[in-house]
């Protein structure tokens, strides 16, 4: 797990992303950070019982996890390129890529 000043200005901005949608779900919970610079993505979830997680790339994409769902298996769908679809809450319209595409 990687706290606030572990991660790069880069991978703060995806996290900040990430807490966003996480909160649009369900509000008042803490968050957990962990950067996966392989991925070239970043991990949240939600403390305590009925939160979240989802991971977040640089390309703007996500994968949202339901709160039953273990952090290696959303990782693994990750990494196999399995994404939540634009079209599934209003994160599309909020949320702009990190990282402009091709770069």
């Known amino acids: ?6 991660l790069t200005p880069l991978q703060e901005q995806l996290a900040e992303q990430g807490r966003q949608c996480l909160g649009m779900l369900t509000q008042g919970m803490e968050f957990g950070v962990e950067a996966l610079a392989q991925e ?3 991990y949240v979830w939600q403390f305590g019982f ?3 997680q ?3 790339g640089e390309d703007g994409t996500l994968l949202f996890g339901a709160s039953a769902l273990w952090r290696d298996p959303l990782i693994e769908m990750w990494r196999t390129g399995r994404r939540t679809p634009r079209t ?6 909020r949320l702009r890529p990190a990282v402009p595409p091709g770069t």
């Not at 797990?1 to 572990?6: I, K, L």
Request: charged content about 20%.
């Open 1 to 6: 797990m990687s706290g606030p000043g572990e």
């Open 40 to 42: 070239r993505a970043v």
């Open 50 to 52: 009925g939160g979240g």
């Open 54 to 56: 989802i991971i977040v």
């Open 88 to 93: 599934v809450g209003a994160w599309d319209r």
